[in-house]
C-alpha cells in the first residue's frame, strides 16, 4: 500500500516505481461523482528528466527520507558541478541536467545543502538570489525614463538580465535565481 493522492504534495520527495522522483507540481482534481486523481510534474534526481504523470487512489509510491548536510560550491568541469562535504571533506560530482538552469548562478564558495538517500548525494538545494558583479552594459541616458525601460547588463558568469537604467559596470545585483530576473542592487 502506497501513499494516498491526498498525501502528495509539491516538494516532496517519493519512491515511484523504484526510483527516486521529487514532486515538481502537484494538482489535485476531485470531478462530480467519480473518483479524486491527482496530476503531477516529477523530477527524476538521478537524471533531472522531468515527467507528468497522473495518480489514482493508492499508488505504489512511499515517501523517501533524505538526510541533509552542509556542502560548500567548489567549482565547475565542464558537464559536473563540483561540491565538498564541510565536515567530512568529500567530493561530489552533480550534473547539470540535475541542477537545471537554477546552477549556473552558482558562485565558488556558496554553501547549499546536500540532501542524502542511503548515503548517496541525489539532490542539492540551491539558494534563491545570488549576488552578481556586472561585467557588461550599456550607460543609462538621462531623460529616458518616460516609461518603465530597462536594458541588459552580463553579469559575471556571463549571464545577460534585464536591469533598470541606473544600473552601471561594476555593480553587484540581487539576482532570483529560479526566475533569472533583478531584484535590486547591493
Known amino acids: 500500500m502506497g501513499l494516498s493522492i491526498s498525501e502528495l504534495k509539491k516538494g516532496l520527495t517519493i519512491i515511484y516505481r523504484g526510483e527516486l522522483y521529487e514532486i515538481v507540481d502537484y494538482e489535485h482534481n476531485k470531478r462530480g461523482r467519480g473518483s479524486a486523481v491527482g496530476s503531477a510534474k516529477l523530477k527524476h534526481l538521478k537524471s533531472g528528466k522531468v515527467t507528468s504523470d497522473t495518480f489514482r487512489g493508492f499508488e505504489d509510491t512511499s515517501v523517501a527520507f533524505l538526510e541533509s548536510r552542509e ?8 558537464d559536473n558541478f ?14 547539470k541536467s540535475v541542477l537545471g538552469p537554477q546552477g549556473e548562478y552558482l558562485v565558488e564558495g556558496t554553501n547549499v545543502i546536500g540532501y542524502y538517500y542511503n548515503s548517496d548525494l541525489v539532490k542539492v538545494g540551491l539558494p534563491n538570489f545570488a549576488e552578481l558583479k556586472v561585467m557588461k552594459t550599456e550607460p543609462g541616458i ?9 536594458k541588459e547588463a552580463t553579469l ?22 529560479r526566475t533569472g530576473t533583478y531584484v535590486e542592487r547591493v
Open 71 to 78: 556542502l560548500q560550491y567548489l567549482f565547475h568541469d565542464g
Open 82 to 95: 563540483i561540491f565538498m562535504d564541510v565536515e567530512r571533506f568529500d567530493q561530489f560530482p552533480i550534473a
Open 142 to 150: 538621462r531623460g529616458d525614463t518616460v516609461s518603465n525601460v530597462d
Open 156 to 177: 559575471e558568469r556571463g549571464i545577460t538580465v534585464r536591469v533598470p537604467l541606473f544600473v552601471k559596470e561594476g555593480d553587484t545585483l540581487k539576482v532570483d535565481t
